[in-house]
């Protein structure tokens, strides 16, 4: 490794620049700056430390970082409950963050659901907390509430506050009545009628003016707060206007020293990345290896103070089972039959986005899942050759929707689970979608 100590120490001399480290309870030893100036190895603690004395990133101490000192950031010093399988990607997120101190960085950590997405951001932000970073989070999941959530978490309020005290607040920092008003409205604040008017009778460019310098102003809020991660969870949730809001918020942070997490599953607006995150870091998060799994099981069992398992079969059918997917292990952990349940959330999500899909749609989902988990071009053109819409366009929305990947000469399920629950909602007589009252069952 090549140290670029020497232009980073600022006319200090070695025992000057070990004493200022020393009154800072940084572990830098005279030694220590020697071997680094002479391209010699030193403790992984000491790189970090040199860092946070300069207030630099690691990349601009050392040309070429190897691999094992971002493992060494991602599991300690401080001890933390591990996140099983994930450590190349805590990793990253430590990098960014450590870029973070002197530029915007942005990270969106995407995947199928269950995947472990919160765990993982949960999981970096509970690491940051600990390290007496400032950190923020937000979730998607509850559309109707998440602007009034987003203003009062920049605020630094709680969103259980009644809209006096909210008007209050953001009257405080607002420059304009316009921007009052229009935060007042983004909160879900009911607006007087003279209010009401002043925005409604704005054009659609004056309006799209104000709902910048209404971010610009919550952001300049948020600045004074040292905040140094904001992860917003759930992204595919948002409506339209709200990613708006984010995009704007994430365009107009440009300058400033933080970390900004988005975390998404890859469907519907999400199945193809918006320009606005074009610029992002991506983090995707693949199914876990068999050997993280078999740790993720052991770990479950004892984490949650379950039954002694009799034999290794139950955890190995519901390991091979859940196939990478930590949410499904889990669920089938917990399952008398493992071989047999299907996880009730896995369940209800799956007829959810069946609700996505037209007639002609949900026929071949089920043409699909009675040919097998993985169909080839060739055997799907000769189904949708007699239909009147085109099969790109069918088998785009079963991929949208979260049912599919495609392959080269072929389009697999995302999970054999999701093939299952479709093949059997499948009815032998009429082929149409059979709601089961045990439902999560397997039908024999």
């Given amino acids: 490794m090549h140290f670029k100590i020497v232009k980073k120490k600022n006319g200090l001399s070695q025992e000057k620049l070990a004493d200022e480290c020393r009154a800072r309870r ?10 680094a100036e002479a391209g010699k190895n030193i403790l992984f603690r000491t790189i970090i430390h040199l860092t946070e004395f300069f207030n630099i990133t690691i990349e601009d101490l050392i040309d070429e970082p190897p691999l094992s000192l971002w493992g060494y950031l991602a ?7 591990s996140c ?6 805590l990793s990253q997120l430590q990098k960014l963050q450590m870029q973070s101190r ?8 995407y995947g199928m659901q269950g995947l472990g997405k919160t765990t993982l951001v949960r999981h970096f932000l509970s690491r940051m907390e600990q390290s007496h970073r400032r950190t923020l989070y937000l979730c998607g999941l509850n559309q109707n509430t998440f602007l009034r959530r987003f203003i009062c978490t920049l605020l630094d309020t ?6 006096e005290r909210l008007r209050s607040q953001i009257k405080a920092i607002a420059k304009s009545s316009l ?6 409205q983004l909160s879900g604040t009911e607006l007087n009628k003279p209010e009401s008017k002043a925005l409604n009778s704005l054009s659609k460019t004056r309006l799209y003016e104000v709902e910048v310098l209404s971010v610009m102003v919550l952001i300049q809020n948020l600045k004074q707060r040292a905040v140094s991660v904001i992860a917003i969870d759930g992204l595919h949730h948002l409506e339209e206007r709200q990613l708006r809001v984010m995009q704007i918020f994430t365009k107009n942070m440009m300058i400033q020293p933080v970390l900004i997490i988005f975390a998404l599953t890859d469907v519907f607006r999400f199945t193809y990345l918006p320009d606005w995150l074009h610029s992002s870091h991506p983090i995707q998060l693949k199914s876990l290896q068999p050997d993280s799994m078999d740790a993720l099981a052991n770990a479950e069992v004892n984490t949650k103070h379950l039954q002694p398992m009799a034999d290794d079969t139950h955890k190995k059918m519901a390991v091979q089972r859940a196939k990478g997917n930590p949410s499904v292990l889990k669920a089938l952990i917990k399952s008398k039959r493992p071989a047999l349940d299907f996880p009730e959330e896995f369940f209800n999500n799956v007829q959810t986005m069946s609700t996505h899909l037209t007639e002609i749609e949900y026929r071949l989902l089920q043409f699909l899942a009675a040919s097998g988990p993985s169909v080839s071009t060739d055997i799907i053109e000769s189904f949708t050759s007699k239909l009147s819409k085109p099969s790109i366009t069918l088998l785009h929305k079963l991929v949208r929707v979260g049912f599919l990947y495609p392959r080269s000469e072929a389009y697999i399920f995302r ?24 439902k999560c069952r397997l039908q024999a």
């Fill in 26 to 35: 940084l572990s830098v030893s005279i030694g220590s700056i020697k071997r």
């Fill in 75 to 81: 599991n300690g010093p401080i001890q933390f409950k």
């Fill in 84 to 89: 099983i399988g994930r450590n190349w990607e």
């Fill in 102 to 109: 002197t530029s915007l960085q942005i990270a969106y950590i």
């Fill in 158 to 163: 709680s969103e259980m506050c009644d809209d």
């Fill in 179 to 184: 921007v009052y008003f229009y935060l007042l």
């Fill in 415 to 438: 999970h054999t689970l999701i093939w299952e629950i479709v093949k059997s909602q499948m009815s032998d007589s009429n082929n149409n979608l059979v709601y089961p009252d045990h």
